[in-house]
């Protein structure tokens, strides 16, 4: 049976794991990630999938700020197991993190991705248009939901992170897994 819940400190190798299966080294360049490195995810809005104890999904959303001061979270990454896509895991896991961010007064939520496929959770990039990423972002990747009406009005700017700092426990664990590592060197694709 398939269960999803928060995230615990237990969970970070195996989500790491899940996460170099479903995105490649290539995840570590990405502009999200960017924002992402050093920070920890917003409290209570680190959600996992399990079944029989094993990791199939993960989702985490971020405190972030635009050069306005506007406030939202960024989603990501969403990534599911190979052998579980297609199946309404990752919708699932989107609508769970959605409700959470709802309940805790959260009042938009950014993420990069398709427009096609987040467009059904509501995500669309009609309030980005002013917004940027770090990095090398397309626009029309860069979609938004409000969770309250007009919290993204007039907003504008660079997206930049302001949630916490990775506690320094935190970091190290992450080090002994070889977490930050792989986020601040380049990869090689070398064999």
């Not at 409290?43 to 050069?67: F, K, P, Q, Y």
């Not at 320094?168 to 694709?189: C, F, Y």
Request: charged share 25%; glycine share 12%.
């Amino acid at each position: 049976m398939i269960s999803i819940r928060n995230e615990k400190t237990t969970d970070v190798a195996a989500r790491e794991t899940l996460l170099d299966l479903a995105y490649g080294p290539s995840r570590f360049a990405k502009p999200s990630e960017q924002i992402r490195r050093g920070r920890q995810a917003a409290d209570g809005l680190s959600l996992v999938a399990t079944e029989n104890g094993r990791m199939i999904g993960t989702v985490r959303l971020w405190h972030v700020e635009t050069g306005e001061g506007a406030k939202a979270l960024l989603l990501g990454p969403l990534a599911v197991h190979p052998d579980y896509r297609c199946k309404g895991l990752g919708a699932q896991l989107m609508q769970r993190a959605l409700r959470n961010a709802r309940m805790r007064g959260h009042k938009a939520v950014l993420l990069v991705g398709d427009a096609d496929y987040y467009a059904r959770f509501g995500f669309s990039a009609g309030k980005t248009g002013r917004l940027t990423m770090p990095g090398d972002c397309p626009a029309h990747r860069l979609l938004a939901l409000e969770l309250a009406e007009g919290a993204l009005d007039g907003a504008a700017g660079k997206i930049v992170a302001s949630g916490k700092l990775m506690p320094s426990r935190a970091r190290r664990l992450a080090d002994a897994v070889g977490l930050q590592g792989k986020s601040l060197r380049p990869v090689s694709h070398a064999a």
